[in-house]
């Protein structure tokens, strides 16, 4: 079971950072990725990050803005968001990943997926 939290409302310009908390003992032989989605548009893939922490990777539109961590021994995964903008307005998602193919952007690959935590940025 994944939980996420750090949602909120938030100025253009401004930081939230999202933590994910996982259940179980099994969460650092997950991939977590981070998802989000608008209002009438599709889901679309924020970032990912491998089971040991050491390698992210992330959509071109908040590389640069967005990181991503995790702490294995607390079972949960971060995802640093800075200089946000309206468009980056959503629901975001965290989600574990039982393999290894690819970068981790295709949400058909993830496993578990958490209830979402809503992001809203003011202009």
């Known amino acids: 079971q994944l939980q996420a939290s750090g949602g909120g409302l938030v100025q253009a310009g401004g930081s939230l950072r999202l933590s994910c908390v996982a259940s179980?003992?099994?969460?650092?032989?997950?991939?977590m990725g981070w998802f989000r989605q608008a209002p009438g548009k599709e889901r679309e893939f924020v970032s990912s990050?491998?089971?040991?922490?050491?390698?992210?990777y992330y959509a071109d539109s908040v590389k640069g803005r967005f990181t991503g961590s995790r702490d294995n021994a607390k079972n949960t995964v971060y995802l640093q968001m800075t200089s946000l903008k309206p468009e980056d307005t959503a629901v975001y998602y965290c989600?574990?990943?039982?393999?290894?193919?690819?970068?981790?952007?295709?949400?058909?690959?993830?496993?578990?997926w958490g209830q979402g935590t809503q992001v809203t940025v003011s202009s």
């Open positions: 989600a574990a990943d039982s393999g290894d193919y690819g970068l981790g952007s295709a949400s058909k690959w993830y496993d578990y």
């Open positions: 179980g003992r099994a969460f650092s032989r997950y991939r």
């Open positions: 990050i491998n089971r040991s922490g050491g390698s992210t």
